[in-house]
């Protein structure tokens, strides 16, 4: 390989980036507004839906779709298949992104944010949530710390602080020669630590929804929700590599790794196929078929997100051209991410029915904003990273810095 | 490719092989329900809609004055539910029965937080801020509260309510059977004590039990043979007697075993002693090791890399 990951250099503040910026302005007035006038003041929840589309999407389908960082991590070092190295990095960057967001989403969706550190101290074990939050904590502080090689790579020797913080050179310099030393011994640890840590909270986090049986549409409840969980999350992976790859490279008008995405969909098609044979296995034997063709919101909620989200990419994904086309990769990729946000939307919102009030729920216009400003925020943080840290592959001659 | 392939099933499969051998057959779910709480029966034959109880809940629990007076009973107009400023409500119901004047006969519905004896949001509740008392209340301590809700997701009757205009210290509202003056000042709850009718009975839940199974055995003809409350969610510290099916009255059906049994055997199953955690953390170590010159590696690789 020719090209090495390499700060991209590229001017930062395109046209897409001030959108983002705008977007990100937009959701930061809905959250303060939250602050000042209570989640009441800007959400459409109720005693009858007490978790929304903030649950649903920014926690959720946040952690699903970092599965990347894990599914990568395992592939490139634990397997140690460095020819996937190009996209380890970037999936790794969007892990860390993503579940930073999902903390900050969870801070303006729990009532008292302030109290946010107090399940550390009270610990209650019968709680799924309890071991979600747990895991979350330990793998978002997992994640800081895999990241900080490619920061190591980037500053060693070459630390040169401005003005007076210059005095800090020195031990700058220092603390990241530590770093190096001490990461590179133990680095294989914290790799496999995320890879159990990813294992335990994507599952439990389809098991928060066990505890409501009455609440929750057939079509989505089962005991092996767990299992579905993990499994989508695991599918969802590499094709979310593709997804975020393809964009950025083409963003930054940079080489496709095509090389590098193709062989890594033809994984995919074992995993989404296991996924697909659970949820119809599952299907079958729950008898759950017999509301496939009621009508309701639910259920078209449900063939949308497994023909669409599942079984198109699913077939597209065994034509070998559509492995080597960038085009209709990055289309069965984004079909697969869709579906599994869509599951976990589906979850969490629509499959959501609670039995005494039957409540109707729509995300209000602020809940959207201040959704779509964090995925504002994640994507601009993104570029500002690739701008300036060496974690996408840049070809060596094409462009000179 | 291939070989290296092979290579990771065997030792997967000898990994896998060691779990299934560690792997105990999961503990049998058990639950931590008081083996005699008290609670209170309520005879829906009984109640008169007098709305008395929702007086004396709002004057001992200190609660907001409800916007039109409790003598003002058109209130009953609509249903209504409990919310983050009112722990219980009275619905009324016409469920078809008729007078000797030919007068559509009212039910009257007393909705409150049913105390159940496993309870889902105390199971649920990431900070253990609401538990189940040994005198039988379901207790909130909204100083470990963090405000996630997942009480309000996981409860089968949609009881727990949340003050979400308060942007900084919103709680938890739901009724709290008194819990202090019943445990510390040996008195009924409010509800229960001003109760004009005696629709309200409080006392031992096997107590409840044998008056309201008496009561029925009396007077069939006035009964449905049911208690709702004795199964429901594996049992509830309320009790109801109805003399018209429950399901015409806004009752609705919860199943019989506790709701916090299939979460909570996966989750030991899975998770006690760590187990699980520990075998695939040694599973993944022993993968990485027998990879370590095969694969693609990369020796010239930096930057942490192993």
């Known amino acids: ?401 | 490719m291939q070989l290296s392939r092979r290579g990771f099933f065997k030792v997967a499969g000898a990994a896998g092989a060691g779990v299934a051998a560690s792997t105990r057959p999961a503990e049998a779910w058990q639950s931590r329900a008081p083996a005699d709480p008290q609670g209170c029966l309520v005879d829906l034959t009984r109640c008169i809609g007098c709305r008395k109880c929702e007086q004396g809940c709002q004057t001992v629990n200190r609660l907001p004055a409800p916007e039109q007076p409790f003598d003002d009973l058109t209130v009953l107009d609509k249903k209504r539910r409990p919310d983050e400023r009112t722990y219980t409500v009275i619905n009324r119901y016409y469920p078809g029965r008729r007078d000797e004047r030919d007068q559509l006969v009212p039910t009257f519905v007393k909705v409150q937080c049913m105390h159940c004896q496993d309870p889902a949001c105390a199971s649920a509740c990431i900070v253990g801020a609401l538990t189940k008392k040994e005198n039988g209340a379901v207790h909130y301590d909204v100083t470990k509260c963090i405000g996630c809700r997942y009480c309000m997701v996981a409860c089968p009757f949609e009881i727990p309510a949340y003050e979400y205009r308060d942007p900084i210290t919103p709680r938890v509202m739901k009724c709290t059977f008194c819990y202090e003056r019943v445990e510390k000042e040996g008195k009924r709850p409010g509800c229960a004590e001003i109760c004009p009718v005696e629709a309200i009975t409080f006392g031992r839940r096997s107590t409840l039990l044998k008056i309201a199974r008496n009561r029925i055995k009396s007077n069939p003809a006035s009964y449905v043979d049911r208690v709702y409350g004795e199964h429901e969610a594996g049992g509830t510290s309320w009790l109801y007697l109805s003399g018209v099916p429950f399901d015409r009255v806004g009752f609705i059906d919860v199943p019989h075993r506790p709701l916090t049994q299939l979460a909570e055997s996966i989750q030991s199953s899975l998770f006690s002693y760590m187990w699980s955690p520990i075998v695939l953390f040694g599973m993944l170590s022993g993968v990485m090791w027998a990879f370590r010159n095969k694969g693609d590696r990369d020796t010239r690789e930096k930057g942490g890399q192993p």
């Not at chain 1, 140690?80 to 790794?92: D, I, K, Q, S, T």
């Not at chain 1, 629509?350 to 809940?367: A, C, D, L, Q, W």
Request: proline letters at 5%.
């Open chain 1, 1 to 401: 390989m020719s090209a090495h990951a390499a700060p991209m250099r590229a001017k930062f503040w395109s046209p897409g980036v001030l959108v983002l910026a705008i977007l990100m302005a937009a959701g930061a007035a809905a959250v303060l507004a939250r602050f000042i006038g209570g989640i009441g003041y800007v959400s459409n929840l109720s005693t009858a839906r007490p978790w929304g589309i903030w649950i649903g999407v920014d926690v959720a389908s946040g952690v699903a779709l970092a599965a990347g960082g894990f599914t990568t991590a395992f592939l490139a070092h634990i397997l140690g298949r460095h020819y996937y190295e190009p996209v380890a990095r970037p999936a790794l960057l969007t892990a860390m992104l993503g579940y930073t967001f999902v903390v900050l989403g969870l801070i303006v969706d729990i009532g008292r944010s302030w109290a946010i550190w107090k399940p550390m101290v009270y610990w209650n074990f019968h709680s799924v949530l309890f071991e979600v939050a747990m895991c979350v904590m330990f793998y978002l502080n997992v994640l800081y710390i895999e990241f900080i090689p490619i920061v190591v790579e980037r500053f060693k020797g070459r630390v040169n602080l401005p003005g007076l913080l210059s005095a800090l050179n020195g031990v700058a310099e220092t603390l990241l020669s530590l770093a190096d030393t001490l990461l590179s011994k133990l680095m294989w640890l914290f790799i496999i630590a995320g890879v159990v840590l990813s294992c335990m909270h994507q599952s439990s986090l389809g098991s928060l929804m066990l505890i409501a049986p009455t609440k929750v549409h057939p079509l989505w409840y089962t005991p092996i929700l767990p299992l579905l969980f993990l499994t989508s999350a695991v599918a969802v992976g590499y094709p979310m590599v593709v997804f975020e790859t393809t964009l950025a490279t083409t963003s930054l008008k940079l080489d496709p790794e095509m090389q590098v995405l193709s062989p890594l969909t033809r994984i995919t098609i074992f995993l989404l196929g296991s996924y697909l044979a659970l949820k119809i296995g599952d299907m079958v034997i729950r008898g759950t078929y017999v509301y496939l063709l009621d009508g309701t919101a639910q259920t078209n909620s449900f063939l949308v997100e497994m023909i669409f989200g599942v079984i198109v990419p699913w077939v597209l994904l065994l034509s070998p051209a559509v492995r080597r086309s960038r085009r209709w990769l990055f289309t069965a990729c984004t079909l697969i991410v869709g579906g599994v946000l869509l599951n976990r939307v589906n979850v969490f919102v629509v499959g959501y029915r609670p039995p005494v009030s039957e409540n109707y729920y729509f995300p209000s216009i602020t809940e959207i904003l201040i959704t779509v400003g964090f995925i504002a925020g994640l994507m601009f943080l993104y570029r500002f990273l690739v701008t300036y840290l060496p974690v996408l592959n840049r070809p060596g001659q094409e462009v000179s810095a």
